[in-house]
C-alpha cells in the first residue's frame, strides 16, 4: 500500500510539473490514456486484494491462497515499477505530447458521417481546444526560452492547417458555421458581422483561428526568440502554397493577408533582420503561385475547350494573387522608407524584381502588370535621401534590365530603361561597373 501511494505521489508530480512547462491539458491526456488506466487500475485493485487478505487473517485462520496471490500481486506490482516510469516519461515527451494533440484535433475535424456527424459544436470545441492547446506549448516555451518545444508546437500548427485542408471540401456545410460560443472568443469577437459572414460563407474560419494564433506567438517573438518569427514565416507559406496547390485562394488570401500582418509589426518594431527574413518567404510564396498558375494553364491544354476555358481562369484568378503580393510589397516599401528603413525599401525592390523575373520565365499572363508595379517602386523614395535609396532600386531594375536582354527581349528591357530616362549617366555608369564586378550569387541574398 505504502509503496502505491508513492508511486502514485511521484506520477502525478511529474505528470503536475509536465503540465506547468507546457500546458494543462497534459493532466487530461495522461489521465485518458488507456495503458495508464490499466496499470494504475492494476496497481488499485493489488492493493484492495492485499489489504483484505491481511484482514481476513486471525490468530486460527490464515488463507494460504490468497497470502500467496497477494505476494505474486505485490512482485508484479514491484517489477511495474520501472516500466511504468519509463511509459510515464517517455508520454511526457514534448514531441509526443504536441502529436498526440494534433492527431486529437485531426481527429475532431475530419468528415464523419452518421451520429458523429451531428455532434458539429463538439467536434468543433475539440478542434479549436487542440489549436489553443499547441500555441500554449508554444508560447510557455517561448517564456522558458526553449526554441526546439516552441518550433515544435509552430510546425504542428502548419501540420494541422495542412491536412485540414486535404479533407476540408468534405465537411458538412453545419461545420462551417460560427456558433455563439465560438463568436465570443478573442480570436472572433473583435471581428464584425461581415467579417464573420466572409469567414462562414469562404470556409475559412479554422484557419483564421490558427493563423491568429500564429499573429500572437510572432508578436511574442519579436521581444523572445526571433527565430521563432522566421518559422512562423516559414510555416505561413507552406500553408499558403498547399492552398493554391489544391485551389482553396481564400485560405491563400488569409496566408496573404497575415504576412501583411508580420510586415507590419516588424516594420513597427524596426526590425530589419526579421523583417528581411519575412520578405523571402513572402516572395517565395508569389513565385509558387505563378509556377502553379502556369502549371494549371499548361495541363487545360489536353482538356476540351469548355474545360480549358474554366481552367484557365482559375489559372489567371491564381496568378492574380502574386499581383498582389508585388503590390502589397510595394505598399510597405513605402512604409519602410517613410520610417527610415531605408534597406528594407531596397530589398522590396529586388524581392519584387525576382518575382517579376519568375514570371517572365514562366511567361506568365500577370508579368505585365507586376512589371509595372515594380518600376513604380521609387517612387516612393521620392525624398531628400533620394539620391541613396534610387541607388539601390535602380540596381534591382538594371539587374531584371539585363535578365531581359540575355533573353532577348528587348521591348522589355526597353520599359525599364525609358523609366531611368532622367537619370544622370555617370550614376548609371558606375552602378553598372559596381554589378558587373560581382562574381558571387550570395551578394544577392
Known sequence: TLNTRRLMDAASIIVQLAATRFTPHITSLFFRARTNLLVLGFFVTATVFVVWVNFSIGNDYVP???????MLLMTASLLLLFPYFAYVFDFLDPEKIVGRITANGLYACTPIRGKAAQAVDQRQQQAIEAVEHLTNIGLNALQQKD????????????????????????????????ARWNRQSPDFVSLSHEAVGDLRERGTWLEW????????????????????????????????EAAARRGDLHTL???????????????????????????HQYRQL?????????????????????????????????????????RF???????????????????????????????????SRCHDE?????????????????????????????????DYLVHGSVTLAKQVADDMNAEDHKRLRSMWQELNKLDTREFWE
Open 64 to 70: 494460504r491462497w490468497g497470502v500467496l496471490f497477494s
Open 147 to 178: 526554441k526546439n518545444i516552441a518550433s515544435s508546437a509552430i510546425d504542428a500548427l502548419c501540420k494541422f492547417a495542412v491536412l485540414y485542408g486535404e479533407t476540408k471540401a468534405g465537411m458538412l456545410n453545419e461545420w462551417h458555421r460560427i
Open 209 to 240: 483561428k490558427i493563423l491568429r494564433q500564429y499573429q500572437m506567438v510572432f508578436t511574442e517573438g519579436l521581444t523572445q526568440i526571433k527565430d521563432v518569427c522566421y518559422l512562423i514565416a516559414i510555416d505561413t507559406r507552406r500553408l499558403g
Open 253 to 279: 488570401d488569409l496566408s496573404i493577408k497575415f504576412f501583411n500582418t508580420y510586415l507590419r509589426a516588424t516594420i513597427n518594431a524596426n526590425d530589419i533582420r526579421t523583417a528581411y527574413n519575412i520578405l
Open 286 to 326: 508569389g513565385e509558387m503561385v505563378v509556377a502553379e498558375g502556369r502549371s494549371m494553364a499548361r495541363k487545360a491544354r489536353s482538356k476540351s475547350e469548355r474545360e480549358q476555358r474554366e481552367v484557365s481562369e482559375r489559372a489567371r484568378t491564381l496568378e492574380r494573387r502574386a499581383v498582389d503580393v508585388a
Open 329 to 363: 510589397m510595394r505598399y510597405y516599401s513605402s512604409v519602410a522608407f517613410k520610417r527610415g528603413m531605408v534597406f528594407i525599401a531596397e530589398v522590396i525592390a529586388h524581392d519584387i524584381g525576382t518575382l517579376c523575373g519568375v514570371a517572365f520565365h514562366a511567361e
Open 370 to 402: 507586376i512589371l509595372r508595379i515594380f518600376l513604380a517602386v521609387d517612387d516612393a523614395t521620392e525624398s531628400a535621401d533620394k539620391e541613396k535609396t534610387l541607388r539601390g532600386v535602380r540596381l534591382a531594375q538594371i539587374k531584371l534590365a539585363t
